[in-house]
């Protein structure tokens, strides 16, 4: 079918990279996730004995598109964030994964609105919320701290938001020192900005700049 082709094909980018990237939500935490059941690179041979050696750039490549598909993004915006980042006088690789996680869609995933990065997505787009009082439906906005969130009045009564209300005032006990989360409002707000200890440290950062300082 074709969401089983959907899901096998965001399964193989996890094997691709050696490593989880949660891009498809519950399944990510099962017994079916693709890392436990075929933990090898995809392909119609199956697992390699071997793997070949990688070269520098090769490790810096696969770096590089590694974080781009966590964060579910194009090579022209992540090129300009990364480079964004390297014009930070302090630390470059903070600066970048700083820059990832104040990404819209990102905020949604890790305030538990959205079971993965790629749902916040199509929430943003469909038009489920206002920052600061106003629709919002760009997922790669980058927002600041004392922005806040809303879901829109008209798709509260969703039944997608009925069933986040069930779970959503553990989730607002399970939060990123820099967010905050109402559970009787169902709103958020960006509290401060993300800290060394809540960046995501399985990125090689290094690696991705040195990409794009070649």
């Known amino acids: 079918s074709n969401t089983m082709r959907k899901i096998n094909s965001q399964c193989k980018k996890c094997r691709r990279e050696g490593v989880k990237l949660f891009l498809k939500g519950e399944r990510c935490q099962s017994p079916k996730c693709a890392m436990v059941k075929r933990n090898y690179l995809p392909g119609v041979h199956g697992p390699k004995k071997s793997m070949s050696k990688t070269s520098t750039y090769g490790k810096q ?31 470059s690789g903070n600066a970048m ?75 607002s006990k399970n939060l990123a020192t820099w967010l905050s989360l109402d559970a009787k409002t169902m709103s958020a707000q960006i509290v401060g900005t993300p800290e060394v200890e809540d960046l995501d440290q399985s990125i090689n950062t290094a690696l991705i700049i040195e990409f794009y300082s070649r």
């Open 61 to 91: 490549l696969r770096e590089k598109q590694k974080a781009k598909r966590i964060y579910g993004m194009l090579e022209k915006q992540f090129a300009n964030l990364v480079k964004k980042a390297m014009k930070d006088k302090g630390n």
């Open 97 to 171: 994964l700083s820059l990832l996680e104040l990404r819209f869609d990102n905020i949604i995933y890790k305030l538990h609105l959205s079971d993965s990065r790629n749902q916040a997505k199509q929430l943003i787009s469909h038009g489920h919320f206002k920052v600061n009082g106003r629709a919002m439906n760009i997922s790669s906005a980058t927002l600041k701290v004392g922005d806040k969130i809303e879901i829109k009045a008209n798709k509260i009564k969703d039944a997608y938001w009925e069933k986040v209300n069930k779970s959503i005032a553990s989730a």
